[in-house]
């Protein structure tokens, strides 16, 4: 058994964070503005809204079946509280009445709900079988919905087109039949390099009917960086593109593609879909003969905790984290997110703008559960212009719409007018994650969209597919702040003595068993990563790496990363990857990455390097160690500077300095930010405290001036 110190405690956010500015209010509107010191809602539901809202419905019917306290006469705030508190008190009924209330079929019957509610190994539903892709493709059986949409798609060319259901349906099916010619039995992995497209939903949905895992990267990842996740979980199929199109640009991947068959020895096949345009490449089968035919659609009857996906998620050093989530845990927890949380329903569309790289284009996916259509776009987030997205909301009569912070931020900033300039009349709720929203944005999306707008921040993780805290329809919208924690999700802040705290800054933890936690990681024999990640600080309990506050109101702040992970649009890499490439070029000795959420909602993500003798840091050395991040890893984790150091700092056992150096960039005082005993060289963590310090003079001339 292995100890570890106490952890330092948290401090406080500086001011100009979410936390400090989130009472400040809207200067010259009574929106967002204080009360006798207490801020009040941006935005409040009408009643006819909170009426209407299956969350409503799903309360008054939990309270005469399942023991929900009865909606009372405190109003719909001190309803969801009470929901909520019954959720996390009762998981058992709770999560019963979730199953029962979107009629989630069991093929046979589960013996409890919850068999072992310990963290991590909790046991759901045992006994129970199910599939998920059944459950995704219901609304194909209907005569009704069979010949509306289940997936709109558009590109940068801004020409939408629409999948129906029964084609979806169809689709799923022929290519279920293929891999099962292939061989592909349950258990066996099927990876994908796609963009967000169509064919990417039914490779996932195919994979999921015959009881297979699927995973999948994005294709602006490089080869290294594809292979060190898919090479983990050894696909015994690829769905891959020969290319996409991306800021205006066609982006050749077939060389990629190559490399890829060359470095995954288990696969038996390769499927190409010519998005570009080209032919199959030798031995790999073409997508149209994938998908043709007319099969019987036929689903895997699968325990509850049988592998859905793996999805990938990077601690600090080693490989990323191959995470892996169950059918039957994704499938409740998609359920009450989609249905309960953001509202959804057979007559929504329901539009985030994600890649096949970030967990929530598995979110998104997860619509169709709803019986809602599901918005694809590919293609840049603001490519012609910055209102791209808005543009694909407008014309696809989006009714949901999710984006990044950042987005939103970026578009305060170029000073775009989406409420003005486009018809966005379908829009009743516009959804945020990546990164905590910021106060601005907030006053923007309301000032600037719509004022009856219903401003969904949320806050989640890779590592549940799913959001801690976030929208709740019925609840009012403060600045800076999301709503409430998810029902059945038992969201705590904690203090460094693993004691729940109120309106202050503690660590975010879940006290209660989630079913789409992971049931393991790949190849983790013990789940000795697993616990490491999750469960050393505080055992027993999910400590997730996030600061948070929840405050008195029920209303939670997210502070940003706690530990060292990079973060960037919502895409999380290790900062292992990113010294792997820059380390192998000959003047680059050693380098240190960090990523830093800024009080404004951006990001900075600086790149220290400590030259090789005789190197120098030039325009055209900065040029190679940025082209060859982009190659092998991802346009994402372009570092916004290179700067030289003279040394990067390690622990006396050799490991690299990371959560120190970020809290120094963050303004913690040297002696708070890191034991001096524990570093190698002291003197070589003094100049990034100068550092810090210069960005923070300035920082407080520009805002001076």
């Not at 909520?84 to 709770?94: D, G, L, N, Q």
């Not at 046979?108 to 072992?116: F, G, I, R």
């Not at 696969?267 to 089968?285: F, S």
Request: proline share 9%; glycine share 10%; aromatic share 8%.
């Amino acid at each position: 058994m292995s100890t570890t110190p106490e952890p330092a405690a948290p401090s406080a956010p500086a001011a100009g964070t979410p936390a400090a500015a989130a009472s400040s209010g809207t200067p010259g509107s009574t929106a967002g503005t204080e009360t006798a010191g207490q801020p009040l809602p941006l935005w409040t539901p009408g009643p006819e809204r909170v009426a209407a809202a299956p969350l409503t419905r799903f309360h008054a019917w939990a309270a005469e079946g399942h023991g929900a306290p009865s909606p009372g006469a405190g109003g719909p705030q001190a309803d969801y509280a009470a929901l909520h508190a019954w959720s996390v008190r009762e998981p058992e009924a709770f999560w019963a009445a979730v199953a029962q209330w979107f009629d989630v079929r069991f093929a046979t019957p589960y013996q409890q709900v919850l068999a072992d509610p310990a963290m991590p190994g909790a046991r759901w539903f045992p006994g129970a079988t199910l599939n998920y892709a059944e459950h995704a493709l219901r609304p194909a059986l209907d005569p009704a919905k069979a010949d509306t949409p289940a997936l709109l798609h558009l590109d940068e060319r801004q020409q939408t087109a629409a999948v129906s259901w029964a084609e979806l349906s169809r689709q799923v099916a022929s290519a279920a039949a293929a891999l099962r010619r292939l061989g592909v039995a349950p258990g066996d992995r099927v990876g994908g390099y796609l963009p967000n497209i169509p064919q990417a939903v039914v490779a996932l949905l195919a994979t999921a009917a015959v009881g297979a895992v699927w995973t999948s990267c994005a294709p602006d990842f490089g080869a290294r960086s594809v292979l060190d996740r898919l090479q983990q979980v050894e696909p015994v199929v690829l769905f891959t593109v020969d290319g996409y199109r991306y800021g205006g640009k066609t982006h050749d991947r077939s060389a990629v593609v190559a490399e890829l068959r060359a470095g995954l020895p288990t696969l038996r096949a390769t499927v190409h879909i010519p998005l570009l345009g080209t032919r199959a490449p030798d031995g790999a089968l073409p997508w149209d003969e994938v998908t043709a035919g007319t099969a019987e659609p036929a689903y895997e009857q699968v325990p509850f905790d049988h592998p859905l996906w793996v999805l990938y998620s990077s601690g600090t050093t080693g490989l990323p984290k191959a995470i892996v989530q169950s059918q039957g845990g994704i499938l409740l927890e998609h359920l009450k997110q989609t249905g309960l949380h953001l509202g959804l329903g057979p007559e929504d569309r329901f539009f985030w703008y994600t890649s096949t790289g970030w967990m929530m284009w598995n979110f998104l996916v997860g619509g169709l559960l709803a019986g809602s259509t599901i918005v694809l776009y590919d293609g840049s987030p603001g490519f012609p212009s910055v209102d791209a997205q808005w543009q694909v909301a407008e014309k696809t009569r989006a009714t949901v719409y999710g984006t990044s912070a950042a987005y939103v931020i970026a578009c305060r900033k170029a000073e775009a007018h989406p409420g003005r300039d486009r018809d966005l009349s379908a829009l009743t709720c516009v959804a945020t994650t990546g990164s905590p929203l910021p106060p601005d944005g907030f006053r923007w999306l309301h000032d600037e969209v719509a004022e009856d707008l219903w401003i969904a921040s949320v806050s989640g993780g890779t590592d549940v597919c799913s959001c801690f805290a976030g929208g709740v329809p019925t609840l009012p919208v403060y600045v800076g702040e999301l709503q409430a924690p998810c029902l059945g999700t038992d969201l705590q802040a904690w203090d460094a003595y693993g004691k729940p705290v109120v309106d202050e800054v503690g660590e975010l933890i879940v006290a209660n068993p989630m079913p789409s936690m992971p049931i393991r990681f790949w190849n983790d024999p013990d789940d000795v990563r697993y616990r490491e990640s999750y469960f050393e600080m505080f055992p027993g309990v999910w400590r997730h790496g996030d600061w948070i506050t929840v405050t008195s109101r029920g209303t939670v702040v997210i502070h940003g990363r706690s530990d060292s992970t990079l973060n960037r649009q919502g895409v999380r890499m290790g900062s292992s990857d990113i010294y792997e490439v820059v380390e192998r070029l000959p003047e680059i000795r050693e380098s240190l990455v960090i990523g830093l959420e800024l009080p404004d909602g951006g990001y900075w993500m600086p790149l220290f390097v400590q030259l090789a003798e005789g190197a120098v840091l030039d325009d055209a050395l900065r040029d190679r160690v940025r082209t060859a991040i982009r190659a092998h890893l991802s346009p994402r984790h372009v570092p916004d500077e290179i700067i030289e150091a003279p040394g990067v700092p390690h622990t006396l056992t050799g490991k690299r300095i990371e959560v120190p150096v970020k809290k120094l960039l963050q303004g913690t005082p040297l002696d708070r930010a890191v034991n001096p005993g524990s570093v190698d060289d002291l003197e070589v963590l003094r100049f990034y405290e100068r550092v810090a310090a210069q960005r923070a003079a300035g920082s407080s001339e520009a805002s001076a001036g």
